[in-house]
């Protein structure tokens, strides 16, 4: 099974841009859907954790962190942002570590970049394994509506010494959003090029919460900016998941009070 290798010349720019501005917005979020609910200094992966940010932050509330990211590039940034984390070069759909969290977060639509559904109950399963039990997993992925909506068009930016313009397209009969970059970047006096494609599938709601029973996992609660976030999330098309490793003798009740809706 091949590891996501492009995004190791992809790392720089995503430091340098994103990482920030993703952890920082969606740190409200995870208080209140997840990290109120474990214990202190519980032990949480961060899966598909890119360059650390978010990693950084949860340390520096005390929690016990392992990052992975199958990048070599994102790891090795992670390590400098976030140095009191644990991070492991590891692909989400092979993983394998021990039962020892209490949390799991895979958060910035990463788990839409799995391809097919296979892959993704694989990595659920994978998830469900190194859960504690009663251990929460809560992700987040770009729904059809993001795509329709926000996966059109150009955009880009110009530094002194990089520039770039990403292309977004969304194809609604094979559920699937395409995004390419070209990236010039200085260095050492001469200007250099990358063309990098990154490819997501969208999955129905139905489809992500079948594939969270089938491999055990109870008490399935879905958010956006319509259902349960109180105005923390404002933008159409993204969903956010929580659901339980139940116990083994005395299923956990972990109740949002939030309804599912195909």
Not at 178 to 207: A, H, M, N, P, V
Request: aromatic content about 16%.
């Amino acid at each position: 099974m091949n590891r996501y290798s492009d995004y190791n010349n992809f790392a720089w720019i995503y430091n340098k841009h994103w990482g920030y501005f993703y952890s920082g917005n969606s740190f409200a979020i995870l208080e209140k859907l997840m990290l109120q609910y474990l214990p202190p200094n519980a032990y949480i992966l961060d899966l598909c954790c890119g360059t650390g940010k978010l990693a950084q932050k949860l340390t520096e509330q005390g929690y016990r962190v392992t990052g992975i990211d199958s990048s070599e590039e994102m790891i090795r940034f992670a390590k400098e942002n976030a140095p009191n984390a644990e991070f492991i070069v590891e692909d989400a759909r092979n993983f394998r570590l021990p039962s020892v969290y209490n949390g799991v977060i895979a958060a910035y639509d990463s788990l839409n970049h799995i391809m097919n559904l296979e892959d993704l109950i694989g990595t659920f399963q994978n998830v469900y394994e190194c859960l504690v039990e009663g251990g929460l997993f809560l992700f987040d992925l770009n729904m059809e509506d993001a795509y329709n909506t926000f996966w059109k068009g150009s955009r880009g930016t110009v530094e002194d010494d990089y520039a770039y313009i990403a292309r977004s397209s969304y194809d609604p009969d094979e559920k699937i959003g395409k995004l390419d970059f070209t990236i010039f970047r200085l260095l050492e006096g001469k200007w250099e090029r990358s063309d990098l494609t990154f490819l997501q599938k969208c999955y129905s709601e139905r489809e992500i919460i079948s594939a969270l029973e089938s491999v055990g996992f109870a008490e399935i609660n879905v958010y956006d900016f319509q259902r349960g976030l109180d105005g923390l999330y404002k933008q159409i098309g993204r969903s956010f998941f929580v659901c339980n490793k139940p116990l083994s003798d005395n299923p956990i009740k972990f109740l949002h009070g939030i309804i599912q809706d195909d």
